[in-house]
Each structure stands twice: as structure tokens, then as C-alpha cells.
């Protein structure tokens, strides 16, 4: 049986996938479906103490698209060690760099994936 604070996480994660940025929004379009090298991205997912945007566990990828709010975030620095120990990467966006030109957005996870 789950504990409380994971069904709170799995409930807040659950209404941050029913309103995305627009940032987010864009790379959903770009990674659903297998769209993007035949691969399964998970949307505001739930991970250890942590959401994360996006995640392709095949790949060990995590996705971030980013506000004016991560900019110097030691909280993400932490974030980012906790993940990087248990093997996974992690691609930050800004989410004005995804609006502006998502095709190199897109091609940028492709070398990732590609080169892993």
C-alpha cells in the first residue's frame, strides 16, 4: 500500500500534466507517440522525492523545460546530483528557447539518444 505523501505526489503530478506550459506543451507534441527515435517519454513524473517533466527510462534521459524561476536554482543543482547518481541525464530547455526554435530542441535530444 503507497504511503500518503506518494499518493499527494502522484495527485500533484497528475494536475501539473493537465496544465502544462506552453514550453511543455510543445515538447509533448515532439515526444509522444514514440515519435522522436521510436522512444517512450513519460510526462510529470513522479521519482524518488522528485517530478520530472519528462523521462525516457530506456535512454536514462530526463527532460526539464525551465522558467525564470530555475535560473541558479540550488534546489536543482540537488535535483540534478540525485539523478545523475542513479545513472540518468539530464537536458535542461529553457522553456523561450523551446517557443522560439523547437526543432533544436528536437535535435539536440536526438544527439543525445543517438550518441548514448
Excluded at 500534466?17 to 517512450?40: D, F, I, V
Excluded at 513522479?46 to 536514462?60: A, L, N, Q, S, T
Excluded at 540525485?82 to 537536458?91: T, V
Amino acid at each position: 500500500m503507497a504511503d500518503q505523501g506518494s499518493d499527494r505526489m502522484r495527485a500533484f503530478a497528475r494536475s501539473m500534466r493537465k496544465a502544462p506550459t506552453k514550453a511543455e506543451n510543445m515538447l509533448r507534441q515532439m515526444l509522444r507517440g514514440r515519435k522522436l527515435e521510436g522512444l517512450k517519454f513519460k510526462r510529470q513524473e513522479p521519482m524518488g522525492p522528485y517530478i520530472v517533466d519528462f523521462v525516457c527510462h530506456e535512454k536514462k534521459l530526463i527532460i526539464e523545460a525551465d522558467g525564470g524561476q530555475h535560473s541558479e536554482s540550488r534546489s536543482d543543482v540537488e535535483r540534478d546530483r540525485y539523478f545523475e547518481a542513479r545513472g540518468y541525464r539530464i537536458l535542461r530547455f529553457w522553456n523561450d528557447e523551446i517557443e522560439r526554435n523547437s526543432d533544436a530542441a528536437a535535435q539536440h535530444i536526438i544527439k543525445v539518444v543517438t550518441d548514448a
